[in-house]
């Protein structure tokens, strides 16, 4: 079972350390950070007040993973999800996408908004599998957009 708590910057190292390319970069923050990821360019996102990182936390409180959240008005935007690559095909995924959906819930979020790289199947798969569903394609084709109400 997952717990979550606020990201720290102890724990960026850790994060950083998960992104092994470029091309785990793209999968984890598209177009936005340049290889090689380090720890001040990943710290430099807690500047938007809008903005909070989280990570999970697996058993005996190893880091497992990695979200962020931005809230504007009653909208969160999910970012920069990932799970440490020794950690995955466990259902992690799944599950850290139910504690994003609290905490976005807790914040008063009434809808959930991500772009994912359409082809990560895996992380496509996980968003579908907790009824996210998927906006009119937008003009690039290799980003899904998505969606999930959060007020039911």
Known sequence: MLTIRR????????IVGWIPD????????GPRMTWPLTTEELGTMN?????????????????VGHFDLTVVDRTARLGRVVID???????????LVGLVIET?????ADELRLNVIANNVPAVRA??????RTLPQ????????MALALSQ
């Open 138 to 145: 937008g003009d690039r084709p290799d980003i899904r957009s």
């Open 104 to 108: 976005a819930r807790a914040v008063g």
């Open 47 to 63: 500047a938007d007040e809008n903005f909070t990182a989280w990570v999970a936390l697996g058993e005996g409180a190893r880091l």
């Open 22 to 29: 470029a091309a785990a970069l793209y999968l984890f923050t």
């Open 85 to 95: 690559p020794s950690q995955r095909g466990r259902g992690m995924g799944r599950e």
């Open 127 to 132: 968003y579908e599998g907790v009824g996210f």
């Open 7 to 14: 990201r720290t910057e102890a724990d960026l190292s850790t």
